[in-house]
């Protein structure tokens, strides 16, 4: 008997269900050990059973998306810690990874961040950045992702290029996340001074199917985003990671402040704002995920 294909994120989104995606995972490496310096994307050679684990904790939380541990693994940043032959290595085992641990019934969302590099300031060119984008995309695709999340984007070229390359090289559906900050006016920008509107519709343009914001605030602030971002485009999937909480140093520790509960308490709010897949960023644990899903259950469609 042959297997039926999972459906695309798209195709469950239009069928009206709100979709869980999970948590933090450098949270979570570092309660597992990882040291400061150390490269968190190695562990899915080095260390497997460990990643596999927060995958799997993410699965028992009830997350119908599963992450990988891929952030940071644009050859840009693997060279940094002398992996940069490494690359298709490393993201073809992180997606492996997550591929096991969601089995046939939950999507893997393979993690795509920021390069550190500047095309404005003449750090690199178009064409690297396409090419470093390119090479991550298809290492992760070959592992079994379903989908490639260029998340954390401050700067809309470097965004753009990242869609297109997944896009163009890839049969992953494509999801693009922006992080903004409230400015002093009270708006929301990203550091490189991109509206939430100018995000959406750029990463829509270049090729996105879904598009959204991650990091950089708590769920309370998340809502004011979700709902921009809706206003410019009524019809494209959203996701919505929030922190929980903004991080308070405390005796040289990053802590962030909110409950399962205060995170659970704005699900209805950003559902109503128009986010379909709701999940977290840093801070969030797979706690944070089960209340987040007892909520949406509570207000919406998220059955199979």
């Given at each position: 008997m042959v297997k039926m294909a999972r459906k695309t994120l798209t195709a469950a989104i239009k069928e009206g269900r709100i979709l869980i995606s999970d948590g933090a995972w450098g949270t979570f490496l570092l309660s597992k050990g990882l040291q400061i310096g150390e490269c968190p994307e190695l562990w899915c050679l080095e260390r497997p059973d460990d990643v596999l684990d927060i995958a799997k904790a993410y699965v028992a939380a009830g997350s119908d998306i599963i992450g990988t541990n891929s952030f940071g693994g644009s050859r840009f940043k693997l060279e940094g810690y002398g992996l940069g032959e490494r690359v298709r290595e490393i993201n073809q085992a992180a997606a492996s990874l997550s591929r096991k641990a969601a089995g046939e019934d939950r999507w893997v969302m393979a993690s795509m961040g920021p390069t550190g590099k500047i095309l404005l300031m003449g750090e690199v060119t178009e064409e690297e950045l396409y090419i470093a984008f390119k090479e991550q995309a298809t290492a992760l695709a070959a592992g079994g992702a379903d989908a490639l999340c260029i998340e954390t984007m401050s700067a809309i070229d470097e965004a753009v290029i990242a869609v297109k390359a997944a896009k163009e090289n890839t049969a992953c559906q494509v999801i693009?996340?922006?992080?903004?900050?409230?400015?002093?006016?009270?708006?929301?920008?990203?550091?490189?001074?991109?509206?939430?509107?100018?995000?959406?519709?750029?990463?829509?343009?270049?090729?996105?199917?879904?598009?959204?914001?991650?990091?950089?605030?708590?769920?309370?602030?998340?809502?004011?985003?979700?709902k921009q971002?809706?206003?410019?485009?009524?019809?494209?999937?959203?996701?919505?990671?929030?922190?929980?909480?903004?991080?308070?140093?405390?005796?040289?520790?990053?802590?962030?402040?909110?409950?399962?509960?205060?995170?659970?308490?704005?699900?209805?709010?950003?559902?109503?704002?128009?986010?379909?897949?709701?999940?977290?960023?840093?801070?969030?644990?797979?706690?944070?995920?089960?209340?987040?899903?007892?909520?949406?259950?509570?207000?919406?469609?998220?059955?199979?």
């Open positions: 693009c996340t922006f992080t903004f900050s409230k400015t002093l006016k009270g708006e929301y920008r990203t550091m490189m001074g991109v509206a939430p509107q100018e995000a959406a519709e750029a990463a829509v343009q270049a090729g996105a199917d879904i598009i959204g914001t991650n990091c950089g605030n708590g769920a309370a602030g998340m809502v004011d985003i979700v971002m809706r206003a410019a485009l009524s019809d494209v999937p959203l996701i919505v990671q929030a922190n929980a909480g903004m991080p308070q140093n405390i005796n040289g520790m990053d802590v962030f402040p909110e409950t399962p509960e205060v995170m659970a308490s704005y699900v209805e709010q950003l559902i109503e704002a128009g986010a379909n897949i709701i999940g977290g960023c840093c801070g969030t644990t797979p706690g944070h995920i089960k209340a987040i899903k007892a909520a949406a259950l509570r207000v919406g469609n998220t059955g199979r």
